[in-house]
């Protein structure tokens, strides 16, 4: 027999009709569900320290608002029939956007603050530490090659352009160390944390911390995902300050899309449109890669992000489609920064919840529940996306990304990775590595004598152990597959052309 907590989820996140005659159980049910977890949380403020208690109790009451949205929300689904025809204007082409008149540039750049989301783990890749220092092209790290943008900006126009990181309680020790080595550089550096919630018992709906050391059980505790953002970035006083100081807009981006660079076009439009847009959403053309991507939509006569998790199961083909839906939100956000107080202010920020289903390590199974920073969209005056080119999107997910950096795909200029004239077209080869031998940073690189020449590369797959020496030339469609037992090293100097590679081959030292 399920019991309560049980058929609640259900009814909260899943996609079953409940019983007309069992809605006042529910009810009862979510509203002891929420005095259950605000109880719980009151314990464990009591064991934080004296001098946090206040700071953590407004996370806390953060968090309990966060809960209550979530218990009254039916479901996960947008209704799809509501969907409406986007507007002409809803986004502007890119290539429409006039240029600054070279004069006012640095009046511009005074007006303008760069946020990083710099929250995240490079786990994923095998590395240990925030994603952001992770070598990505000649030795340089994420982190080096933000600091070098914006200090060549600020140089080129004897501007004052801040660079603000938001951490998270995994990455913030490590970057406050980091930023140290910058302190010659003529970029401003802040750092904030964003907030620190406690995962869910996905059985009880009670938090799993027992108390509020949250480094003696880092497991127990999330980063309630990009969209914390606003909230966190006012508690800080950041904010405040650059309002007082006479900045308009910020622009956010994650630190690991090498291509979301500061872009004079976009933030001169922002700062002379005679109907300001207090907030702008970079997308770009989807592509077959692209198909879970947030997109665009217009919804109840507003422009809004939908992401795939908002999706009802019989429409998801129709997201996906490359026809339907022509973007996809590259994360690369411009907004005004009293636009942000003032919805702030007036509570009027309102972001759709994702619900992140986890299993810890020791097999507990939790919920965390997120907002994405995109989603604020609907919450602003006159928002709009625009179509920017690819480059503007070059995020670093996975070691097959990071083959395309550090390849001679690119040129490096000033901290940014430029697409190399000698490409004959602007789209960037497929590339998929297989998960066992090349998912992890050191094992990747170890498979490569040196990066291989992918100037005319459409299209790579390697699956298996399969290794690269020195010099080795991919063009067209190349697939590489070494089955279970076999080893295929690819000999040094070798030109692979519209090539399929199986079987088993070893070039061994005598």
Known sequence: ????????????????????????????????????????????????????????????????????????????????SKIQKLPSEAVREYGELAPPNQAEIKAMLEKLVVIKLNGGLGTSMGCHGPKSVIPVRSDLTFLDLTVQQIEHLNKTYNANVPLVLMNSFNTDE?????????????????????????????????????????????????????????????????????????????????IDNLGATVDLNILNMLLTNSKPNEFVMEVTDKTRADVKGGTIIQFEDQLRLLEIAQVPNDHVDDFK???????????????????????????????????????????LRVVQLETAVGAAMKCFHNSIGINVPRSRFLPVKKTS???????????????????????????????????????????????????????????????????????????????????HGDRIDIPAGAILENKIVSGNMRILDH
């Open 321 to 363: 489609s490359v026809k339907t839906f022509k973007f996809f939100n590259t994360n690369n956000i411009w907004a005004n920064l009293k636009a942000i107080d003032r919805v702030l202010t007036d509570k009027s920020l309102n972001m759709e919840i994702i619900v992140n289903n986890k299993t810890l390590e020791n097999g």
């Open 401 to 483: 990304d990071l083959l395309l950096v550090m390849s001679n795909l690119y040129n490096m200029k000033n901290g940014s990775l430029v697409m190399s004239p000698q490409r004959m077209f602007p789209t960037t080869p497929l590339v998929k590595l297989g998960e066992n031998h090349f998912s992890k940073v050191k094992e990747f690189l170890g498979r490569f004598a040196n990066i291989p020449d992918i100037i005319e590369l459409d299209h790579l797959t390697v699956s298996g152990d399969v290794t690269f020496g020195k010099g080795v030339s991919l063009r067209g469609t190349v697939i590489i597959i070494a089955n």
């Open 1 to 80: 027999m399920s019991r309560p907590i049980d058929i609640l989820l259900n009814n909260v996140r899943g996609h079953q009709r409940v019983p007309s005659d069992s809605k006042e159980f529910h009810e009862v049910t979510k509203r002891d569900a929420l005095q259950l977890l605000e109880s719980e949380l009151d314990k464990l403020l009591q064991t934080a320290q004296p001098d946090k208690t206040t700071e953590l109790r407004n996370d806390m009451k953060r968090f309990s608002d966060l809960f209550g949205r979530f218990l009254q929300e039916e479901g996960p689904s947008i209704d799809w």
């Open 174 to 254: 490590d970057t406050e160390k980091i930023v140290r080595k910058y302190q010659g550089f003529k970029v401003q550096i802040y750092t904030f944390n964003q907030s620190c919630f406690p995962r869910i018992s996905r059985e009880s709906f009670l938090p799993v911390a027992k108390d509020f050391d949250v480094d003696s059980d880092i497991e127990a505790w999330y980063p309630p995902g990009h969209g914390d953002f606003y909230e966190s970035f006012q508690k800080s006083g950041l904010l405040k300050q650059f309002i007082s100081e006479g900045r308009e807009y910020l622009f956010l981006s994650n």
